[in-house]
């Protein structure tokens, strides 16, 4: 019996020592792996332009990120249990936001006001759920933020460039012209759209003898004054040089 059960023993270690070996060298993999992955996280989150946050299952905040809250501007204790949604103001994006948290989806790219009251930030937001294996349930977001506010600002800059007098602040003959034909197409049958063309009588005298700075001020007076003398739903523009429009 004693032969038997050493055979036995012996026949169970030779077959499942390969399997063995295999499973501790698999663990050692894995357990490496995962030291490089956190290692890589460290340094991302220290050296990194995004900032990582985390989400439970019910909306809030979680394991704070202290770059992620001093990107806020916030402390990370009064950051923590609150929900992410809070965060941003009311807006087409940030509805979105509560419906792809709400049905557990991923998102990528989502662009956001944050709540505040100074200057205008904008983050732009990743994340993936994480699910319970068993039930399929999402118990957790993991995602990616991005401060975009620079990029914001420079979009708005362009396309107040494209639409409007950069010495004036008028519109410009390209948005100026869009609303006179916004117009000609909104009029009743019976309505009457009223077009004004001016432009300064001598201005090529006022550069030629005061100088291009005195003229440009003279520009922005003349802007000025017919805003205040225009009716509120006129619109005054800029069409070039010395010529002015008022709808």
């Known amino acids: 019996a004693l032969t038997a059960y050493l055979f036995t023993l012996y026949y169970y270690i030779t077959e499942h020592d390969t399997t063995f070996r295999q499973y501790n060298v698999r663990e050692r993999e894995m ?25 439970d299952a019910r909306g809030k905040l979680t394991d ?13 204790n009064s950051l923590s249990g609150k ?22 989806r991923a998102f990528r790219n989502l662009t956001l006001p944050l709540v505040g009251d100074g200057k205008q930030r904008w983050l732009m937001l ?37 639409h409007y007098d950069s010495l004036t602040d008028l519109a410009n003959r ?22 004004l063309y001016l432009d300064i009588d001598h201005f090529k005298t006022v550069n030629d003898t005061l100088g ?21 739903t006129a619109v005054v523009g800029r069409l070039g040089g010395d010529e002015f429009a008022i709808l």
Not at 64 to 76: S, Y
Not at 83 to 104: I, V
Not at 128 to 153: H, M, N, Q, Y
Request: glycine letters at 6%.
């Open 31 to 55: 357990t490496e792996q995962r030291e490089i992955i956190q290692m890589l996280l460290n340094e991302y989150e220290e050296q990194g332009s995004d900032w990582l946050w985390k989400m």
């Open 64 to 76: 704070i990120n202290l770059r992620f809250a001093a990107g806020l501007g916030m402390p990370a």
């Open 83 to 104: 929900l992410l949604t809070d965060l941003f103001k009311p807006c087409t994006e940030s509805r979105q936001l509560a419906l792809r948290l709400q049905a557990g």
């Open 126 to 162: 990743s994340a993936r759920p994480l699910k319970d294996e068993t039930t399929g349930k999402v118990i957790s977001f993991r995602g990616v933020a991005t401060d975009v506010t620079a990029t914001k600002e420079a979009e708005a800059h362009i396309s107040y460039l494209a």
């Open 174 to 195: 390209s948005l100026f012209n869009d609303m006179l034909a916004h117009a000609m197409r909104r009029r009743s049958k019976d309505g009457a759209v009223a077009l």
């Open 212 to 232: 291009h700075p005195v003229g440009d001020k003279l520009l922005q007076t003349v802007a000025r004054r017919l805003e205040d003398e225009a009716r509120e």
